[in-house]
């Protein structure tokens, strides 16, 4: 059982779920004197199953096509070809990505859209597409990882737009323009994600080398890459100043991670990029904590 959950990357879905629910109450809170019906509640649930199983599936079809590097790459955690077959991994994509597209398709009939049930297999089919092509195209499946990390926090607004005060008929961009603390939480979120994906690549260098695949650091290469990742770091870092609100959380939550992100090379870590990757991911949590409890608009 472990090692399906592992190769589900049941933290990141543990992360995922915990934000979508976070979002949900938030904006909640947003409107107080709107009354959120009672299959609202269900909807939501289903919505969560729905995003789990295909982040799910996308982590298991890239596990998939980087059988070859992870080999290289993730020598003691590799799971396809040690603990699970890569036939039983196949197996349980499809079952993955057929359960979610069933809940995708019950959970459009219930909001009365079909436009909801094409996000799915849209999504389903680019998340494929990035494993077979985007992963190795230098920074656009970067770019690609950090859009989807943000639509996560979206799809909460955008499925449950009419609940929160959204009138159909009205552009959804004037929607965020409205609520601004929703916009800016995703462009947080995708900037750290961004500088993230490029640290991940260097971490996967040899590995991703050995399958012949072109990411950011190998046609790059990796000094020219480290210095892509710090101005993409200083990027999110001044976009952070202009958008943070000058409160003690807003400077302890964001500037300081921000700083310890940049000093680390020059200290006896160095270019650890195994610890600069955890430590982003922490500090996008931390950033999107004090967008959903500190920050006001």
């Known amino acids: 059982m472990g090692a399906w959950l592992n190769l589900c990357r049941w933290k990141n879905l543990s992360i995922i779920s915990i934000t979508q629910i976070l979002v949900f109450f938030y904006l909640n809170k947003l409107t107080p004197c709107i009354s959120i019906e009672p299959d609202s509640n269900t ?35 590799k799971i396809i070809g040690n603990k699970i077959s890569f036939k039983s991994a196949q197996v349980f994509y499809i079952l993955t990505v057929l359960t979610g597209n069933i809940i995708a398709l019950v959970l459009s009939i219930r909001l009365n859209s079909l436009v ?35 639509g996560v926090i979206l799809i909460i607004p955008y499925a449950f737009r009419n609940e929160f005060n959204l009138n159909s008929t009205k552009p959804f961009l004037t929607y965020l323009q409205e609520n601004k603390s929703i916009l800016l939480m995703c462009l947080f979120t995708f900037s750290i994600n961004f500088y993230r994906e490029v640290v991940k690549d260097l971490e996967d260098l040899a590995g991703d080398k050995i399958q012949g695949c072109q990411t950011t650091a190998i046609y790059f290469g990796e000094a020219k890459t480290r210095i892509i990742s ?35 090379p020059y200290t006896s870590l160095g270019w650890n990029y195994k610890i600069l990757s955890l430590s982003s991911k922490l500090y996008m949590i931390l950033g999107l904590i004090y967008f959903l409890t500190n920050y006001h608009v």
């Open 43 to 77: 909807n939501f649930i289903l919505l969560i199953f729905c995003t789990v199983l295909l982040a799910a599936g996308g982590f298991i079809i890239n596990d998939l096509f980087d059988e070859v590097s992870d080999h290289y790459n993730k020598t003691d955690t």
């Open 116 to 150: 909801e049930y094409f996000i799915y297999p849209t999504i389903v089919f680019l998340l494929w597409v990035y494993s077979y092509k985007l992963k190795c195209t230098p920074l656009a499946g970067n770019l690609f990882v950090s859009i989807f990390t943000s």
């Open 230 to 264: 710090r101005i993409i770091l200083l990027t999110h870092f001044l976009l952070t100043i202009l958008i943070i609100q000058i409160t003690i959380p807003g400077i302890i939550l964001i500037s300081i991670p921000a700083l310890i992100l940049f000093i680390m």
